[in-house]
């Protein structure tokens, strides 16, 4: 038998989730549906994770999306326990060369080495990046504003 207290604590607890996903904003929705198909890929934010390719007039990252080749893979520099992966346009029609910094664990269930295909598709909610042999997304750059409002809105 439940305790009427016990029975007070759950629904408690519950009116509290559902409040809480009424306070998500509305494009988190679609966010977790496609962060879900990502499995346990990691996310950050796309100013602390895309670098060396900028519009120079607006000061903004911009990453095209197709197939780059892993050129090189190194410590992230200041970034403790994080890998620096450094991506080239490997598509005929596209040029262009970034850095990605993306968690350790990011690729510890599918590592990476210099010469692999990574498949970068654009998103809404900012970059999806998957090993092209795998097709599974490892890391999720966010643009920055998703990513603040996410991480205030943690539950």
Known sequence: MVSPVTKLLRNAAFASLLAASFSLP???????????SAGSASSGSVSDSIGGSSDSSSGKKK???????VID????P???GKVRLTLRAADAGMSGEFYLDVPNRALADQPLAAGNLVDVRERAYGYEFANVQTQRPFF???HDDWYSELRSNAL
Request: aromatic share 8%.
């Open 73 to 76: 893979i190194a410590q992230a």
């Open 140 to 142: 999720l750059a966010l």
């Open 78 to 80: 200041g970034k403790a």
């Open 26 to 36: 509305a494009h988190a929705e679609s966010f977790a549906s496609s962060a879900s």
């Open 63 to 69: 990453v095209a999306a197709g197939q780059y080749r």
